[in-house]
C-alpha cells in the first residue's frame, strides 16, 4: 500500500532570489518547516517527506510528495530546522536551487515550488516543463 501523498502546486520564478544557494538542492521556507513538522508529529514511523517529479499534467511534469521511512542510497537528503525532506533521485537536477514553500489560504492549503529551473507552467499551477 503506498504512502498518503500531499497537495503540491509549482510556480515560475522570473528572477532567482538572491537567498537561495546556486548550489542548494532545496531551500525550506519557515512555513514549509512548520508545515512539515505538523505533518510529522502524529505519524512517527516516517523520517520525513520524500519529494519527485513524474510525468503527468499538461505541461509535462508534476511533483510528488509522500512521506518517507527511509533515504535510498542514491536519494539527496535535506536537514533544515529539524527537518528531513527526501529528494529523489530522478528530482534531484530539476529541484536545483528551489525554494519550498507553504501557503494557506481561504480557498486551498498546499506547498509551492519557487523552481527557478521551471521554463512553462500550466494554468492551474500543477504541472511544469523545464
Not at 510556480?11 to 537567498?19: E, F, L, M, S, W
Not at 509551492?112 to 500543477?126: L, R
Request: aromatic content about 6%; overall charge positive.
Amino acid at each position: 500500500m503506498a504512502a498518503p501523498t500531499v497537495i503540491a502546486g509549482v510556480r515560475a520564478v522570473k528572477k532567482a532570489r538572491q537567498i537561495i544557494s546556486p548550489r542548494a538542492a532545496l531551500v525550506l521556507t519557515p512555513a514549509a518547516v512548520n508545515r512539515i513538522k505538523q505533518l510529522l508529529s502524529d505519524k512517527p514511523e516516517f523520517i520525513g517527506l520524500k519529494i519527485g517529479v513524474r510525468s503527468r499534467g499538461c505541461n509535462g511534469l508534476s511533483y510528488t510528495i509522500e512521506y518517507a521511512k527511509e533515504k535510498g542510497k542514491f536519494e539527496e537528503e535535506v536537514k533544515q530546522d529539524g527537518v528531513r525532506v527526501i529528494i529523489d533521485q530522478k528530482a534531484q537536477l530539476t529541484l536545483l536551487g528551489t525554494e519550498m514553500d507553504f501557503l494557506d489560504s481561504k480557498l486551498s492549503s498546499e506547498f509551492v515550488f519557487n523552481n527557478p529551473n521551471v521554463k512553462g507552467t500550466c494554468g492551474c499551477g500543477e504541472s511544469f516543463t523545464v
